[in-house]
């Protein structure tokens, strides 16, 4: 079996879904543009050979490196990135190059665009925002009429919270208006709630063979928008209707062979024509493992490997390891020019048995993430709550 990994650099952790490949006997095969010299020993060591492009952006330049594998491997039976930047040119690959798994360009709004998921969630039987594709002012009013302020507007088609606004009044909605958007945009109803994650390892039947959930008390959208500093953890149980409700959501969507992180709103507010406090409501869904290093807060969290489980769906379909959850698993983030009232040195003298990782996060992901990490593991949530206060205060 030939499995080309895209970008295996980024995040650096993800030389671990190679490595767990090749021990099951798969040619893995790597495309990237990190000089050769650069990759970490553990990244050489799970590849069979590395191709290097000089922009991943340059589509030429991507094709002739998978001609290559092709002409020297043979033909190509997977080809991922793991990686939402990504999703959309790797179908295009797929494509062009009639790999079998994966999403090709054909079902690409589907799976990129948050107005088209909407018909997937009703399929499952769960509840989503009323919505209003942007078009003009009047159109907007005549929405905002029936739902009311606040709305929030964001991409159709993007990244995270990227983009991603709240508008309050009809002075902000002119002003929203005022200038052309070279993207398509939704409007959707404001909901009052924390987000609650489902994340899943899904074979090409759709069957799932593992799942966990995570907790963001704070928006995303605020985090990026206001610098907050970043705080979510991995949960030992998922709540019985969030875990019915990511199942469900697992079987509707086109999850053939896929990581997936999906969001939903548990409601801490009524919405008064769409649903009452406490009750969950579907956000998106992204078809890949969840952002930053959170693969490997879940196997901090349990005594998983979900890089291994991952393998074992691309190679049998199945997988024999199976996961309990006795740790809360908990991220924080803190953001470069903040002061917080505990120095690093404090927090690893306080909670240096606990950490697991710790380190600068790239660039890219810091408006969302931040800039500096601690991940932690604790017995109980009073635990999580004290060192996210101590860490982030």
């Not at 080809?79 to 009639?98: G, I, K, M, P």
Request: charged share 25%; aromatic share 14%; glycine share 8%.
């Amino acid at each position: 079996m030939n499995f080309v990994f895209v970008s295996p650099t980024f995040p650096w952790t993800y030389w671990q879904f190679c490595d767990r490949l090749k021990e099951r006997g798969v040619n893995v095969l790597a495309i990237g543009d990190t000089p050769y010299d650069d990759l970490s020993d553990e990244l050489k060591g799970a590849v069979t050979e590395y191709y290097r492009v000089d922009s991943m952006e340059n589509y030429d330049e991507m094709v002739k490196a998978l001609g290559y594998f092709t002409y020297h491997y043979g033909r190509i039976d997977w080809l991922e990135s793991n990686n939402e930047y990504w999703l959309e040119q790797d179908a295009r690959l797929r494509t062009d190059f009639n790999i079998p798994t994966g999403f090709h360009t054909d079902i690409m709004e589907d799976v990129k665009c948050k107005s088209h998921m909407k018909k997937y969630y009703e399929q499952a039987g769960v509840k989503t925002a009323r919505y209003h594709l942007c078009s003009d002012l009047d159109a907007a009013m005549a929405f905002v009429n029936e739902v009311g302020y606040p709305v929030i507007v964001k991409p159709d088609n993007g990244v995270g919270a990227a983009g991603t606004r709240r508008i309050n009044n009809n002075d902000e909605l002119a002003a929203f208006y005022a200038y052309p958007h070279d993207t398509r945009y939704i409007m959707e109803e404001f909901l009052e709630g924390v987000i609650e994650s489902y994340e899943a390892i899904v074979n090409l039947d759709r069957d799932i063979l593992i799942e966990t959930s995570h907790m963001f008390p704070e928006p995303v959208m605020d985090i990026v928008n206001e610098g907050k500093s970043m705080f979510y953890y991995t949960r030992k149980d998922i709540p019985q209707d969030l875990l019915d409700y990511g199942r469900a959501c697992a079987h509707t969507f086109p999850t053939y062979g896929r990581c997936l992180h999906m969001e939903f709103f548990r409601l801490t507010k009524d919405k008064p024509g769409l649903a009452g406090k406490g009750e969950l409501v579907g956000l998106e869904v992204n078809f890949r493992m969840p952002g930053g290093y959170t693969p490997d807060m879940m196997n901090f969290a349990s005594s998983a490997d979900v890089y291994a489980v991952y393998a074992d769906m691309v190679t049998s379909g199945t997988s024999d390891i199976t996961t309990d959850h006795p740790y809360y698993c908990a991220y924080c983030g803190r953001r470069d020019g903040n002061l917080y009232k505990t120095t690093d040195e404090w927090i690893w003298y306080t909670y240096g048995e606990n950490m697991r990782m710790h380190g600068r996060m790239p660039d890219i992901l810091a408006d969302a993430m931040g800039n500096t990490y601690y991940t932690a593991v604790f017995d109980t949530l009073e635990e999580v709550n004290a060192f996210a206060e101590d860490v982030l205060g």
